[in-house]
Nanobody
Framework: QVQLVESGGGLVQAGGSLRLSCAASGGTFSTDGMAWFRQAPGKEREFVATISWGGGRTDYADSVKGRFTISRNNTKKTVYLQMNSLKPEDTAVYLC?????????????????WGQGTQVTVSS
């Protein structure tokens, strides 16, 4: 059984940085695509970033390009999201997702496993 546990969220001022982590247990992490999504109150779940099994291919939502970086450590079975130059509109619950496919996807429906999420709040 795959379990994903996010951490690293918190309250930060606009312009600040946070680094999210998602630790996986069970499953086949090193051959699975991973992603971060986010969901703000009253809004639909939104794609943030994705990374392929070996880290060689990444993709980002236009709203975070140049500010966020996704990475992974297959030995530690962990995926990261480095968030810089944070804006109030980045406030949301950030969720980690794992897909039984070598490559990631921007579609939430393509993912097989989800974490519970970690809250990120950016104050203006």
């Amino acid at each position: 059984q795959v379990q994903l546990v996010e951490s690293g969220g918190g309250l930060v001022q606009a312009g600040g940085s946070l680094r999210l982590s998602c630790a996986a247990s069970g499953g086949t992490f090193s051959t699975d695509g991973m992603a971060w999504f986010r969901q703000a109150p009253g809004k639909e779940r939104e794609f943030v970033a994705t990374i392929s099994w070996g880290g060689g291919r990444t993709d980002y939502a236009d709203s975070v390009k140049g500010r966020f970086t996704i990475s992974r450590n297959n030995t530690k079975k962990t995926v990261y999201l480095q968030m810089n130059s944070l804006k109030p509109e980045d406030t949301a619950v950030y969720l980690c997702a794992q897909r039984r496919n070598l490559f990631g996807s921007a579609l939430a429906a393509d993912y097989d496993y989800w974490g519970q999420g970690t809250q990120v709040t950016v104050s203006s």
